[in-house]
């Protein structure tokens, strides 16, 4: 019943702009030490990023960087359960973590919408995303704050753990098998229904560094559907590296536009680099 959960915000798409994390650390199932930091990420704050967290770049001028809250983090995470709810605040540290220069941390990751999505059946296709779970299982907390997103997605874990009977380390296997009810459109669109991202729909724009054809491939072996065009349904829209560059500035494609329309609008759209969507499924840069 012992793991800690980490959980971070960015300040702009790139995932490496990290600009704060929390950790909250559970043992025998309960809540026992809490720690969050802001951090300066050195790079730009997107106006969708800030109004998702409410975090700008005045209220980080003094933070520390991340390679100086790294050696803070490390006593948490070293040689534990470490748990993250989906894949991105994983590969968020990874990405910080290269962009300093320092050894990504020396854990077993579990991803607690693995662990609801096979505890939950009525969670195994939808309905797994943090701010839903906890609705379900009656949890409150601040959306979007790095620490209250952590705690959350760790009472979900004890939850889980409590429901079954599995504790985190039996979960850590237990993450990983097939899904029992496995819809069979998912097989014949070619998806694979068990990877990191499963569930999710995924827009590519902008110049990719790999043919559309093989970078919807990969999104499918990661669990995804392929749109053509933003939609209500859309919940990533990957941007070509080179244009993610140009974010700071003006140039935006027409579906970025949109997506970001809709995030306004309160719809739940993630917007990331193309390379860092390639580490997110397990592919270091294809490309590059």
């Known amino acids: 019943m012992d793991f800690t959960v980490i959980d971070v915000e960015t300040a702009n798409p790139n995932l490496a702009s990290i600009c704060q994390v929390g950790i909250a650390v559970f043992r025998g199932g309960k809540l026992h030490q809490t720690w969050s930091s802001l951090v300066n990420p050195g790079d730009y704050f997107h106006p969708i990023n800030i109004s998702v967290h409410g975090i700008d770049e005045n209220m980080v001028s003094s933070a520390p960087s991340w390679a100086q809250v790294y050696p803070q983090i490390l006593p948490f995470v ?12 994983r590969t968020a540290t ?26 939950w059946s009525e969670c195994s296709q939808s309905g797994y995303g943090l701010k839903n779970l906890a609705a379900k299982l009656g949890i409150s907390f601040e ?4 620490l209250e997103d952590a705690r959350a997605a760790g009472e979900i874990l004890v939850h889980a753990m409590t429901h079954t009977g599995s504790t985190a380390a039996d979960w850590c296997s237990l993450a990983n098998q097939p899904l029992a009810n496995v819809l069979r459109s998912f097989n014949e669109l070619g998806i694979n ?5 499963a569930g999710n729909v995924v827009v590519f724009t902008g110049a990719l560094s790999i043919p559309r054809r093989e970078a919807a491939e990969l999104a499918a072996s990661g669990g995804c559907e392929i749109g053509s065009g933003v939609t209500k349904f859309t919940t990533l829209l990957v941007v ?3 244009d993610i560059g140009r974010l700071a500035g003006k140039d935006r494609s027409s579906k970025h536009v949109k997506a970001e329309e809709l995030i306004a609008k309160g719809q739940n759209i993630r917007i990331l680099g193309e390379s860092d969507f390639q580490v997110l499924l397990g592919f270091e840069s294809l490309g590059r």
């Open 193 to 197: 229904p068990h990877g990191e991202l």
């Open 143 to 146: 959306h979007h704050d790095a």
């Open 78 to 89: 070293t040689d534990q359960i470490v748990a993250s709810h989906m894949p991105f605040d």
């Open 240 to 242: 070509g590296d080179q």
């Open 94 to 119: 990874l990405r910080a973590c290269q962009s300093a220069g320092l050894a990504h941390f020396d854990c077993s990751w579990l991803d607690t919408a693995r662990v609801a999505r096979r505890t």
